[in-house]
Every structure is written in structure tokens, then in C-alpha cells.
């Protein structure tokens, strides 16, 4: 991972060395979880590793990382949530590229899953990451993980994957194309397209570990609220201001294909406001929480000042 | 449930009025557990309710209620491991017929997703179907079943779905298409296409209850694996020999397809005598399982003996 902008040393390792190593982590164990490229079906398996390892930001792994250090939670476990995440992630983008979809050709700099190995591939891929997903987080209870902690961790992961979650904004993305929303309907929108999965990374890091307080939890739900939210605002600006060289996917699609974007509904300005607005919400949440939240507060500052 | 063959009475209760009462439990638990037609994104949620609510044979759901009975699950467990299986196969369905794969216009006698509510919606049916099929099989912790079962019904029906298992042996289809494979070939691809799933639903049947001995785990194995491969070979069968109208579906498909089947592989006779075969074992193990068990033998003579 390269960081797009310097980041305040705080404590013993920098920011970018332990962003480094989380990195490292996930891609190591994300390639021990997903079956070898020569097992049968080894087409659909190399696809499978085409899809996930070598790339991406890994913003949910790192999330799942840093919440894990607010309740000392074992690195195995966290590991296996890592990797429960970035395949709900994998196969959402494998899924949302296809031509049905939203028909792209490009992503991570590569080309798309289906344009590489065929749309039927692609479909399965999507498919076979979600299944892959839900038996790796199953794994952390054997790191430790109390069993009935491990149920709740699914339910968490499933409700935010699916219909009122992840799956449901991208159903009322297809529903708006071409469609005025409001402010209220694109914020609800995106709270379950992003939203919920990155808030789902930051929840089952946490619960990997000693189950938190009131206090934490109240934090907790703060600061998700409000990276889930900016994370989107500033890919709309970004898709507005970015290059597909630098994006590593197509820039202007939304705009292109009459998708409402916050810059669209708020203009760019506004946009930009509202992603400092979230920001100090986040910065807040990390300073009520204190030390242990500080690579949560670094990830935030990532997400809002980032380029690409 | 219509049952195309009589089937001897045998206990207190017919086996068509146990079948029929599981029907109505099941669709009964689905329509429950599917979010209401009316709730955002409500185009989504009535597009999942048209794919898994009204129709299908059931054949999983009964599994998991005559495993159920083997082990003494409580009624509620069982309800919700079935609409797991259930959301599973109906996703695999609506996936299915997208014209990247089977493209298929009609299922269950009616229009199949994509035709109703367009290519885009259907795909994100499908993985929503999924996301509610490992959350309803998490809601088997409220009906006493001990958590770490829970967590080993997870992985159970993750690994069964996913690249191993049901996603991998579609994945194998598509790559066997105007193939000639050989007996062996073939029975791997239906072994992990459709067995894996059907022993999915005997087995987290049974784990909804008290654990099984090592005896009765043995007997279940031999009779997961013979009605498993058994489904699939009277499919192809009735794939030649039945019509669209009893079989809701396009007869004929595989062939014209140029898919390799049991009866393109082995030809008719012999299909119907490994069918024969496989219920015999099937027969093998219910009789030593003794009188609980006394469904799953129905249940097989069912599979065996349909015309649709």
C-alpha cells in the first residue's frame, strides 16, 4: 500500500509501517485461504486469486486491524475477519463490473474479472468469494474466538452483505440511475452500498477481542457511522477529480452513466465540506476512545485525504 | 407437494401428510424470514420473494426435517436450517438461469428472474439470497442448538456452496460443455453441483439435535452420498424423458446444450440401473439407522421415483 499523503508519526511504529504490515497479513492469509490455482476447478480458482490477492487498498482489513487493537484481539482471529471482509469486498466489485451491471473493464489497474476469464467465471467467482467468506470468519474460533461471539460476527457479516445491507444499496443504485434523490435517499443509499460493510470490518475486529463497554461500543458506532459516510463522499469527489491512471479504474463513470453522486446532489464544495464534517466526528470518536484507537484514527485520516 | 408416486404408509402419520406439513413449515419460515415486499429496496425484496416463495419440491428442507427426526431437533432449528438450504439452492437457480449460463426462461412453470425483473436485479437476488442463508442458519442459536454446532453448520454450508462444492461443480459444468467426460469425471462434477447440498441438509439436519454416534454418522455418509449422486442421475433421466409441463423447466436443455450427462455417458438403461443401484444403499442405510430414519428412506424412494 502507498500512502498518498504523510501521515503524523504517533507512537512507536509510523502509521505507514504498520499500514505496510497489515497489508502483508491479509495478503499472506488471503492466499492461504483461497484454494491453490491447480486444484479443481482450477479455472475458477485462478480466478478466484486473480480477483483478490495483488491489489486493492485492503481499507477493510486495516479497519479490522485497528479495531482489534482496542480489545487485544488475537492475530489469527483477526486475520480470518480480515479475510471474511475483503472477500464480501472482492466479490461485490467482481460482481458490480460485470455488463449487467455496471459494465467496466477496468479495475485495480487490471482488467476486470469477466473480461479476463469470461462472465460466467466472473458470476461464480462473486458466488464462490461470498461462500469463502462466510467459512473463514467461521475459522476464528479456533483463534481463540468464543463460539457464540463467532454467531454474532456472522450475523453481523450477513445482514451487512446482504439486502438491507451491501446488496440492498446496490439494488437502489440500479433504481436511481437518471433520478433525482435527495440528500436523505443518497446518504441511505450509500450507508448500505459502503457504509455497512466498512462499519461490519470495524465491529468484528472489536469483537475478535474482550467484549467492549458501553462506552466503546458508543464510540464505535460513531466513528462507523461516520468513515462509512465519508469513504463514499470522497470517492464521489474523487471520481470528479481523479484519473483513471492514478483511480486504477475508469474515472467519470458515474457521472457518465447518470448516477446520482454526492457531488451531483450537493456539488463539490459541499462535498468537500461534508467529508471535514466527518472527519472531526471520526477524530472525535478516536480521542473519546483514546490510545488504543489511534490506528482507527489513522485510517480515517486515509480515507478523507486520500487521492485515489 | 404433489407426489407424482404412492408411497407406502408406514408409522402413524402417511409420508404425504408428513410432506405436505414440512412444505407449509418451510414456506411458512421463508416468508418469514424473507424481508416483506414493501420494504426498501422494495423491488429487490419482492424479486427474492418470487424466486423462493410458492414453488420448488423441497427436497432440501425435508432432508433437514427427516434428519432432524434422527436426532430429536427442536422444530424451530430445524425451520431455520432449512431456509438456509433453501435461500442456497434458490440462489444457485436464479444464477443458474442468467443468460451467461443456462439461459433459461422458464423455471417452476414460471417466468425465471432475470426474465421478470431484468439481468442486474436477479444477480443481486441471488447474493442476497446467500448473505439471508447464512443468517437464518445463525438464527438456529435461538432454538437452543449449542453455538460451536452453529459455527460448524456455517462451515458446513459454506464449504458445500461454495468452490468445492455446489459454485465448483457449476464451474465444471460450464468447462464440460461439447466435452466428453468419463464416469468418473461426471460423478465428480454432480457429487460437489448438487450432492454437496443435499448432504448439506441431512447433515445439518441431524446437527440441529443431539450428536450423532459414530454409527449413525457412518450410515448418514453412505445415504448423503447415494441420494446426493441419485438426484442428479434421475435429473438427466427425466431431462430426456419428461416434458416442460410436468417439469416447469425446459426439457431436452442438457442435450441441446451438448452438457454431458449420465445418460449421454452411460446411456438410459444404464442410468436407470446406477439409480437403482444408489437407492438400493440409500434402503442400506435407513434400515440401519432403524425406525427414526424411517423419512429419509421415503424421502429417497421420493428422489428415485419421481417423474418430474
Not at 477496468?106 to 464462490?128: N, W
Not at 469527489?237 to 484519473?243: E, M, N, P, Q, S
Given at each position: 500500500m502507498t500512502l498518498p499523503v504523510p501521515v503524523p508519526e504517533s507512537g512507536a511504529a509510523a502509521f505507514a509501517d504498520w499500514s505496510a504490515r497489515g497489508c502483508v497479513a491479509v495478503e499472506q492469509?488471503?492466499?492461504?485461504?483461497?484454494?491453490?490455482?491447480?486444484?479443481a476447478p482450477a479455472r475458477l480458482h485462478e480466478a478466484m486469486r486473480y480477483a483478490v490477492l495483488g491489489g486493492g487498498k485492503r481499507v477493510r482489513p486495516l479497519l479490522v486491524y485497528a479495531a482489534g487493537e482496542l480489545t487485544g484481539a488475537p492475530a489469527g482471529a483477526l486475520d480470518a475477519a480480515a479475510c471474511a471482509l475483503e472477500c464480501i469486498h472482492a466479490y461485490s466489485l467482481v460482481h458490480d463490473d460485470l455488463p449487467c451491471m455496471d459494465d467496466d473493464v477496468l479495475r485495480r489497474g487490471k482488467p476486470t474479472v469477466h473480461v479476463a476469464y469470461g462472465e460466467a467465471t466472473a458470476m461464480l467467482v462473486g458466488d464462490?468469494?461470498?461462500?469463502?467468506?462466510?467459512?473463514?470468519?467461521?475459522?476464528?474460533?479456533?483463534?481463540?474466538?468464543?463460539?457464540?461471539?463467532?454467531?454474532?460476527?456472522?450475523?453481523?457479516?450477513?445482514?451487512?452483505?446482504?439486502?438491507?445491507?451491501?446488496?440492498?444499496?446496490?439494488?437502489?443504485?440500479?433504481?436511481?440511475?437518471g433520478a433525482r434523490l435527495s440528500r436523505e435517499a443518497l446518504e441511505d443509499m450509500h450507508r448500505?452500498?459502503?457504509?455497512?460493510?466498512?462499519?461490519a470490518a470495524v465491529r468484528l475486529g472489536a469483537a475478535c477481542g474482550r467484549a467492549p463497554d458501553a462506552g466503546t461500543l458508543h464510540w464505535l458506532a460513531q466513528y462507523e457511522r461516520a468513515i462509512g459516510l465519508a469513504f463514499q463522499v470522497v470517492d464521489d469527489i474523487l471520481d470528479v477529480t481523479g484519473d483513471a491512471a492514478s483511480l486504477g479504474k475508469t474515472a467519470g463513470k458515474d457521472a457518465e452513466q447518470g448516477k446520482p453522486t454526492y457531488v451531483s446532489v450537493l456539488g463539490l464544495d459541499a462535498s468537500r465540506?461534508?467529508?471535514?464534517?466527518?472527519?472531526?466526528?471520526?477524530?472525535?470518536?478516536?480521542?473519546?476512545?483514546?490510545?488504543?484507537?489511534?490506528r482507527l484514527g489513522e485510517i480515517a485520516e486515509l480515507i478523507v485525504l486520500r487521492q485515489s
Amino acid at each position: 500500500m502507498t500512502l498518498p499523503v504523510p501521515v503524523p508519526e504517533s507512537g512507536a511504529a509510523a502509521f505507514a509501517d504498520w499500514s505496510a504490515r497489515g497489508c502483508v497479513a491479509v495478503e499472506q492469509a488471503l492466499s492461504a485461504l483461497l484454494p491453490p490455482a491447480d486444484r479443481a476447478p482450477a479455472r475458477l480458482h485462478e480466478a478466484m486469486r486473480y480477483a483478490v490477492l495483488g491489489g486493492g487498498k485492503r481499507v477493510r482489513p486495516l479497519l479490522v486491524y485497528a479495531a482489534g487493537e482496542l480489545t487485544g484481539a488475537p492475530a489469527g482471529a483477526l486475520d480470518a475477519a480480515a479475510c471474511a471482509l475483503e472477500c464480501i469486498h472482492a466479490y461485490s466489485l467482481v460482481h458490480d463490473d460485470l455488463p449487467c451491471m455496471d459494465d467496466d473493464v477496468l479495475r485495480r489497474g487490471k482488467p476486470t474479472v469477466h473480461v479476463a476469464y469470461g462472465e460466467a467465471t466472473a458470476m461464480l467467482v462473486g458466488d464462490a468469494l461470498q461462500a469463502l467468506a462466510f467459512e473463514s470468519l467461521a475459522g476464528t474460533l479456533g483463534w481463540g474466538v468464543p463460539a457464540p461471539a463467532v454467531v454474532e460476527m456472522t450475523l453481523t457479516l450477513a445482514r451487512a452483505s446482504g439486502s438491507i445491507g451491501m446488496a440492498g444499496g446496490q439494488a437502489i443504485d440500479l433504481e436511481s440511475v437518471g433520478a433525482r434523490l435527495s440528500r436523505e435517499a443518497l446518504e441511505d443509499m450509500h450507508r448500505r452500498k459502503t457504509g455497512a460493510l466498512l462499519g461490519a470490518a470495524v465491529r468484528l475486529g472489536a469483537a475478535c477481542g474482550r467484549a467492549p463497554d458501553a462506552g466503546t461500543l458508543h464510540w464505535l458506532a460513531q466513528y462507523e457511522r461516520a468513515i462509512g459516510l465519508a469513504f463514499q463522499v470522497v470517492d464521489d469527489i474523487l471520481d470528479v477529480t481523479g484519473d483513471a491512471a492514478s483511480l486504477g479504474k475508469t474515472a467519470g463513470k458515474d457521472a457518465e452513466q447518470g448516477k446520482p453522486t454526492y457531488v451531483s446532489v450537493l456539488g463539490l464544495d459541499a462535498s468537500r465540506q461534508l467529508a471535514d464534517t466527518l472527519l472531526a466526528q471520526a477524530r472525535e470518536s478516536v480521542a473519546a476512545l483514546g490510545s488504543p484507537a489511534r490506528r482507527l484514527g489513522e485510517i480515517a485520516e486515509l480515507i478523507v485525504l486520500r487521492q485515489s
